[in-house]
Structure formats: C-alpha cells, structure tokens
C-alpha cells in the first residue's frame, strides 16, 4: 500500500473507538499497522504475544500490546523534503523546578548517593495537534529513528521518533546499545565531547557491559568502538553490543535492561529511589520500552524517548538530561529544551 492508502487507513482507524498502532523501524521505508476491532486491553506478562508491546517506565509488566492478528503494510516515501521549522507558538515548562532537582541532583552526586541519574520534565503545548500530519512528519524528518503513532483508548495516545535501543533478538544474536552524553548535531560533524559527556557516556557503557556479562556468562559479549550517533538535531555517544546465542529470555532481558542507565541512574537502585522521591513527575510512557514482539524469535524493543502524549487539548512533550557532578544546571536545562525540537520541528 501506498502513502495515500496509510493516510486513508490512519483516517478510518482515528475516528472508531479501537486500538491500533503505526511504527517504521529505522532505516526502513515499511510503515506497519496493527489494530484491534474493539478497545479491549490486552496485557502481558512474559513478552510471550505477537504484537507491539508499550510499557510504562514504572512498572513495566504487565505490559499493554496490540495484537499483530490484524496487520497491515504500507511503504512510505516521502514526497518532498520537510524543513525543520522551529514551532513558534506557547509552550508551557517549568524552568525553576527543573533546575532545582538538578542541583538536588548534584548534591546526591556529592554525597557519594549516586554517579549519575537522568532526570526529565515535560513541557505541555496548549493547543490540539494534527496527530496524522505530525506522525508523517516525523517519518520524513527521522528515518533513522524508530517512529510510531500508538492510540488505546484505555492506555493512552502517544506519538514519537526515538534514537535508542533497548534491544533486539534477530538471527540467533542480540543487539542493544549504549546511548548516552548530548551535543547539538552541526553540518561539520565535528564534535569536541568534554569530560562530563565521556564520564557519562563509560558509566552507562560499562554497567550495560557488565549486566550483559552476568546474563551470558559463558557467552562473549562484544562491544565496539565508541561512535558518534546522529538523533535528528542532536548527536549522542554511542556503543553497540552484541551477543551470539541459540535463545533469549525475553523476560530476564527486560528485567535487567530496563530501565538502562542511559534513562534511570547508577547505580540503578539507588537511583530510582531517588526519582520516586524527588522528580515529583508521572513519566507515564516516557523511557519505557515499546515495539514490536514475535514470540521471543523476533523482538524489535526501543526506549521511548523524544516522545509526547497526545491530549484532547494538546501536546504533553517528555524530555531528560544525565547529571553528574560536572553538570552545569544551564546546560543541563538547554540540553532537554534541544530535545523538545525533535517533535516541535514536526509539527
């Protein structure tokens, strides 16, 4: 099916009270769509469903999934080039609040409490969105990313265009990734990464590492090279892993890999004892992990970031920063206002 055949589809689906799900895979021009007939809830507990799956950040499981028994495929390919205009309407954000759990953040830090944590905040767009033009949108301005329009009618709408991997189980190998440290993306791609990005990026390298190592000890876990991963206007430090085996645990992987440290903190426990406490913000779908499922023998799973929820009255953006104790509260707040340009730009 073709671009005005996704279009037609999307239409039909949107006005009946029934859930279904878009999503293109990165560096894909595939658009699937499942959906159900009715509103029913379906849950699971074990990944064991073919379906997509869509978790919340605190507890992840049971997770909500949409069937894939009604399936449907379009090939898209964008028409024209899309600009990445700047949205200049209001947007609703709390600066102060912000900047005080950072220096909360710090203080932890200091203390000796924690190495690093992502701590997030939303910024709220207080007028209705055109959900089909902003998901075609996002499809043409990030085909590297993984895209998706996710609507139930009791779990929620949500639209987004994430850069990070949670994991994926294809041919008897497991791939995931280390994504961590933000610099603004330039035509040059010339980046000059300071301690504060490096520091943070090994931490959540080394703890992905060695938790992948405890699931797989009998299993060479390789890792490559530290790159720099382009995410639309901003670029991340990055690391692939990889791991060779006849079978995966979905199960046990989601326990250990979520949430990773490229979102929670590390250590993990500690910090999000510290999130529960003091981030005072319902992350909802926000750096949960989302995507499609096929009975442990394919499974695609992304973290949901640079992601919004989509209300009656407007937009409900998520967006995080990592802090350490080189963290400058200023940058720190530029950071996740960078972030926010990733859906705004496609508005």
Known sequence: MKNQDLLEVFGKLF????????????????????????????????????????????DPLPTPYISNKNRLEFEFNPIAKHSRATYSGDLSEDKSTFIQI????????????????????????NEAVDSLNMFTNLLILYPNAMVYYWHHPK?????????????????????TMALAATLPYNDEEEYHWGDKEKTEQGWVRDTLLKDLKNLFPKVEVKCSE?????????VHLCNTLTVDSPSFNALELIKKLHPTPAVGGVPLEEGMQFL????????????????????ELKIDLFVNLRCAQILKEGLLLYVGAGITSDSDPENEWEETQNKTKTLLAAL
């Open 15 to 58: 006005t009946h009270d029934q859930a279904f799900v878009f999503y293109r895979l990165p560096k894909s021009n595939t658009v699937y769509c499942f959906f159900q007939n009715d509103s029913t809830l379906n849950l699971t507990t074990d990944l064991k469903i073919d379906g997509f799956v869509m978790s919340r950040f605190y």
């Open 102 to 125: 950072v220096n909360k953040t710090k203080s932890a830090i200091d203390s000796g409490i924690l190495k690093k944590l992502v701590v997030a905040r939303d910024a709220r767009i």
């Open 155 to 175: 779990a929620e709408t949500w639209i987004g265009a994430t850069p990070e991997l949670l994991f994926l189980t294809h041919s008897e190998r497991l791939t």
């Open 226 to 234: 530290t790159f720099a991963q382009r995410a639309g206007n901003l």
């Open 276 to 295: 529960t406490k003091n981030e005072n913000l319902d992350r909802g779908y926000y750096a949960g992990f989302l995507g499609p499922v096929s009975k």
